[in-house]
């Protein structure tokens, strides 16, 4: 509608519409999360939950609109019928760019439960946004390293019950937790520098998925496999708010997750590590195999 504009006007106005997007429903997280905090009542504690995440997914809405009415960008999706917002998903997504985000929310926004990530348990006492966080039912998890471990052999296992118990509140609600599983978005040196295997893809970091299916095993069995390709050469965020990305493709893939491999222990089950390590493998063998083909599709470089 308004792609005719100049590019960085484009970048421009975008940004700042997310920016005051953002000022805009950041009251109603803060308020929201201190009425959960201060009157911990099941009632008020849900109610406020549901307003929460209706104003987050708003807050998504407003943004994919703005990239619509400004952006003009040839989607080409290879898409499937069966999402739902009433499902557990654990989505996962090969990390190029911070694009992949907004992208990702824009093609998932309300046909999934809303995007949420594992956070560090420090995290929840970053300023205001901690709190956001926090209201919002972002999972937080306490890890603990090999070397607190095998100086207190009682820690084994504690990082898994304490998140564990962090996602009671997850077995009557659904969620989606998203993971970049390399870790940081690709790039030639890093690829090289981790001797990856894969064409197209870094390693996979197996711990921090196995982390996520030991805590919430009993409900999420599926992982929403997400693959995305820019034939654009430009494809960060400002690239993105000006309209350099002219076309952006992207691939589903739902994957059963074995049910061996649910509400185990990475961390102290050998036998489970080395079974896990091998099937992401095959997962990420496939994902890169798809990536060349994809590239080949649309004469990518």
């Known amino acids: 509608m308004l792609s005719f504009l100049p590019e960085r006007l484009k970048g421009t106005i975008i940004l700042l519409l997310v920016i005051f997007n953002t000022i805009f429903w950041m009251p109603i997280l803060i308020v929201g999360a201190f009425l959960k905090l201060l009157i911990p009542l099941p009632f008020i504690k849900k109610t ?30 290879t898409d499937i019928d069966d999402l739902s917002r009433h499902d557990w998903y654990f989505v996962n997504c090969n990390h190029q760019s911070w694009s992949d985000i907004p992208i990702t929310q824009k093609i998932l926004n309300r046909r999934i439960p809303m995007l949420k ?60 937790v998203f993971n970049f599983l390399e870790g940081t978005r690709f790039t030639q040196e890093k690829h090289d520098k981790q001797q990856s295997p894969f064409t197209n893809l870094l390693k996979p970091k197996a711990g921090g998925a196995a982390f996520v299916l030991g805590s919430m095993g009993e409900q999420m069995h599926t992982m929403l496999d997400i693959t995305i390709i820019y034939p654009d050469k430009d494809i ?31 961390s102290t089950d050998p036998t489970f590590k080395a079974n896990f390590q091998v099937w992401l493998n095959k997962v990420w063998s496939d994902k890169d195999a798809l990536i060349t083909k994809l590239k080949k599709q649309h004469n990518v470089s």
């Open 236 to 266: 960060g965020p400002w690239d993105l708010f000006c309209g350099r990305i002219k076309k952006v493709v992207i691939h589903f893939n739902k994957i059963e997750i074995p049910k061996e491999f649910l509400g185990k222990d990475y």
């Open 48 to 77: 406020a939950t549901r307003v929460l995440i209706a104003s987050a997914t708003n807050w998504v809405s407003l943004n994919s609109f703005f990239m619509t009415i400004f952006l003009k960008i040839e989607w080409d999706i």
């Open 117 to 176: 990530f594992f956070l560090k348990k420090e995290l929840i006492w970053v300023p205001i946004i901690g709190v956001c966080w926090w209201a919002l039912d972002f999972p937080f998890m306490k890890r603990y390293s090999l070397e607190q471990v095998r100086k207190n052999p009682q820690l084994a296992g504690k990082d898994l019950a304490t998140t564990r118990k962090a996602c009671e509140k997850f077995k009557e609600t659904p969620v989606s």
